[in-house]
């Protein structure tokens, strides 16, 4: 978003100019501060009001949908959200008609209204999105549902209004599943959790008997594939979420890990590992073939598929140390992509299809990264003493990962949280969960 | 994205026009879109705009053409 563009370099050029023609003036610079929004209360009649809370037990649901809005719209880091007791104007008019002056005075340069009432005992919420620079609306919906679906409602009213005001699809309105953990590290329990982008609703998915590692969401976000220990055995599982319902994937003998599902959902692929090599296989899930994609004495593992499914990238020892390969879906054409200083892994693709994030040790250092497809243009985003496994924002925008303190000389002071980045390397911040955390995957938008 | 002005002597904009308008509504050109969006409240936040003392006749219609490759760099 460009901000205040420094216009004052117009006097210079138009000092400079001697012509009489129409004077140019070529803009390729702006400051990118984040965009100034009011996100007004959404509305509710008192009768609404009280339904509401005799049903939900919250109170103020139109304040509180906003209020996760807000919390959206900051954590992106591409929205200020202005405080809300310097607002003029009443919710309820400010939503039929916003006086442009009172907002503008405030310095908002958008401005967010909204009104809940209850139909059939289904919420339904409209919203308008309004430029204030401008004076006028610049998107107007309503949707309806129920009424427990209200924050819901609040992370998919921030995805209309940043694709609005980005061009780009948002993220909010997605599930982040990871491992989560509890107790010393030597002796530590882990357990599927699933939760809310923004870290509600969090649910456990397993009691945390066995453990768990690398969980991977499939496209419409219903099947769970992780690596779980039984007897001592890493082997890859897989999980209905609504059911519980968990198999083993494939009859392998010996140890499956690192798995992922293919963009269609139709295949998983994995790591096989058997007297000290391991290798990359599909599963097909509807008639179970199992087939080979690389044949290397070295260990290849980690695989992504791009989006379109036609190209894997994995990582290899084969050159003597770990680094990044990409290869066609069926094996064919290996090519390594990764030359920089230091040991490369977990890469993945972008929903975008053009990047490939990662994670680098170099000198003892851990960096979460991106690189084009073919290795170029390689930019580490953040550098700390041990993180790792990026996972992408459904847009391939943010970048999602987990990272562990150093335990002191007592054993203490271990922990594991996840973070996140944005693309830029800006905008790094902690994402909170109940417990400590681990190994994230994102999921993708769960409406449209 | 090319934006032209008309100024008073005084910096502020009197009128502000996309050029390449059509553009904007065009399926696939949601960036455009915004773009434009965003330079003109650029604009509007940045008026009265720093301009000479002299020679209005030759500044009061004046083109703005907005780059975004390098902002939009990461």
Not at chain 1, 221 to 237: A, D, I
Not at chain 1, 265 to 288: C, H, P, Q, V, W
Request: charged share 25%.
């Amino acid at each position: 978003m460009i901000n205040k563009i420094k216009l004052s370099l117009v006097l210079l050029v138009i000092a400079i100019s001697q012509s009489n023609a129409l004077i140019e003036v070529d803009i390729t610079r702006g400051n990118l501060d984040p965009l100034p929004i009011a996100v007004s209360p959404l509305s509710a009649e008192k009768e609404t009001e009280d339904n509401l809370t005799k049903e939900l037990k919250e109170e103020n649901i139109g304040q509180k949908i906003s209020e996760v809005v807000e919390n959206n719209l900051k954590n992106s880091g591409l929205f200020n959200p202005l405080n809300r007791d310097a607002f003029l104007q009443k919710p309820d008019i400010a939503h039929l008609k916003p006086r442009f002056e009172d907002w503008s005075l405030i310095k908002a340069q958008a401005l967010i209204t909204g009104k809940v009432t209850l139909v059939n005992e289904k919420l339904r919420v409209e919203f308008r999105l309004w430029d204030v620079l401008a004076g006028k609306e610049m998107m107007a919906l309503a949707f309806t549902t129920v009424p427990s679906n209200w924050r819901r409602v609040g992370h998919i009213i921030t995805d209309k209004v940043y694709e609005r005001l980005t061009g780009e699809k948002g993220y909010f309105d997605t599930r982040i599943i990871y491992v989560a953990e509890e107790g010393p590290k030597t002796k530590r329990i882990k357990k599927l959790a699933i939760m809310d982008q923004d870290g509600s609703n969090i649910k456990y998915l397993t009691l945390g008997n066995e453990l768990v590692l690398t969980p991977r969401f499939n496209p419409t976000n219903q099947m769970v594939t992780y690596l779980s220990y039984f007897r001592n055995l890493p082997r890859v599982y897989l999980l209905d979420i609504e059911t519980g319902i968990q198999e083993v994937v494939g009859d392998f003998p010996g140890m499956t890990f690192a798995p992922r599902f293919s963009p269609d959902g139709k295949k998983i692929i994995m790591s096989f590992a058997m007297d000290g090599n391991s290798d990359i296989y599909t599963m097909d899930l509807e008639n179970r073939i199992v087939e080979r994609i690389t044949n290397h004495p070295s260990i290849d593992t980690s695989p992504s598929y791009s989006p379109d499914g036609k190209f894997i990238c994995f990582n290899s020892d084969r050159s003597g140390y770990q680094q990044i390969y990409v290869m066609k879906s069926d094996g064919t054409s290996v090519k390594r992509i990764s030359f920089g200083k230091g040991l490369y892994g977990t890469p993945v693709w972008s929903p975008r299809g053009d990047l490939i994030a990662f994670t680098k040790l170099h000198r003892g250092k851990f960096y979460i990264g991106v690189m084009r497809k073919d290795g170029s243009g390689e930019r580490l985003l953040t550098e700390n003493y041990y993180q790792e496994a990026p996972s992408w924002s459904p847009n391939g925008r943010v970048l999602i990962f987990y990272r562990e303190t150093k335990t002191d000389s007592e054993g203490k002071g271990f922990s594991a949280k996840l973070w996140s980045i944005d693309l830029t390397g800006y905008n790094e911040r902690m994402v909170k969960t109940e417990s400590d955390a681990s190994d994230p995957s994102w999921s993708s938008l769960l409406s449209n | 994205m090319r934006i032209k002005l008309e100024l008073k002597p005084d910096g502020t904009v009197i009128r502000s026009e996309i050029l390449d308008h059509a553009r904007m509504n065009k399926p696939g050109q949601g960036f455009y879109k915004v773009l434009a969006e965003s330079a003109l409240r650029a604009i509007k936040l940045c008026q009265p705009l720093r301009v000479p003392t002299k020679g209005y006749e030759r500044w009061k219609n004046l083109q703005l053409n907005f780059d975004a490759r390098e902002m939009l760099q990461g």
